[in-house]
């Protein structure tokens, strides 16, 4: 019974060459759900997977860099003939209707969506059953609704920080993960700031504090390089630690 990532993009906060933005694509046994939606990760996706063979999409929130691509994958879904034969859940916090319904210019959006996408609004503690795979929600620091999410299938655990300062939620999520996938976008950080996000010192020492099994660094901001990023956070941490990277997979367990 198999349980893996596949890093579709970690660019932040705009996409770069070869460099797609936030998209994961956890697959797990015969199930298959794509986490967070940024620009380029569409491309991505498409190498592993179609969407009409997705069992839910998950959103950890709405800044443009996690979720831009679900407008992409509306338009593959009603006018691209990848026609599907239930609406795919797609979990994300409250308001994300409203957006696309912004963008299309489409009051009626809730009914152009019903026969692609099925969408339930995240809570904290938000907790539902994908196939094998069990994901739970956490509510995170960041400046708008943000959630972190543990995937656990066949007693191996996933923990994906999506977008946060460093927090006792966070915490929590990542106890005991066999992976944590973790943000290190801030080269230093300002606790006066209103957004989240973790430096690289920030993950290793959260990666230490949960005993995960291993560590895998995203999501790196502009002023770092993701192996200088990736370096820093292994000497915090002092176990296993690697770069996420487009397009490769990570066994969990």
């Known amino acids: 019974m198999s349980f893996s990532v596949t890093v579709l993009g970690t660019a932040t906060p705009h996409p770069l060459p070869g460099r797609a933005c936030s998209g994961y694509l956890l697959a ?3 199930t298959r759900v794509w986490v967070d939606a940024g620009p380029g ?22 800044h443009v860099d996690h979720c831009a691509d679900l407008l992409g994958a509306f338009y593959a879904l009603a006018y691209g003939g990848l026609e599907v034969t239930a609406p795919i859940p797609l979990y994300a916090p409250a308001g994300l209707l409203g957006r696309l319904a912004g963008f299309f210019d489409r009051p009626d ?35 708008i609704e943000a ?32 992976l944590l996938l973790c943000e290190a976008e801030s080269d230093r950080w300002d606790s006066d700031a209103p957004q989240g996000h973790h430096t ?24 770092l390089t993701p192996e200088a990023a990736t370096a820093r956070a292994a000497a915090a941490f002092g176990g296993p630690t690697e770069c996420a990277r487009e397009n490769e997979t990570h066994v969990v367990r």
């Open 41 to 62: 990760s569409l491309a991505n996706l498409q190498r592993h997977t179609s969407l009409p063979q997705l069992d839910a999409i998950w959103i950890s929130h709405l």
């Open 200 to 223: 690289p010192e920030d993950t290793g020492a959260l990666a230490a504090r949960a005993r995960v099994g291993r560590l895998l660094v995203t999501h790196v901001g502009p002023t």
């Open 109 to 143: 959006m809730a009914d152009r969506l019903a026969p692609h996408l099925a969408l339930h609004e995240l809570h904290d503690g938000h907790r539902v059953t994908v196939g094998g795979l069990e994901l739970r929600a956490a509510a995170v620091r960041h400046d």
């Open 28 to 30: 797990a046994g015969d």
């Open 147 to 178: 959630y972190g999410l543990r995937a656990e299938y066949a007693g191996a655990a996933l923990t994906f920080s999506g977008d946060t300062g460093p927090c006792a939620a966070l915490d929590a999520l990542a106890d005991g993960a066999d």
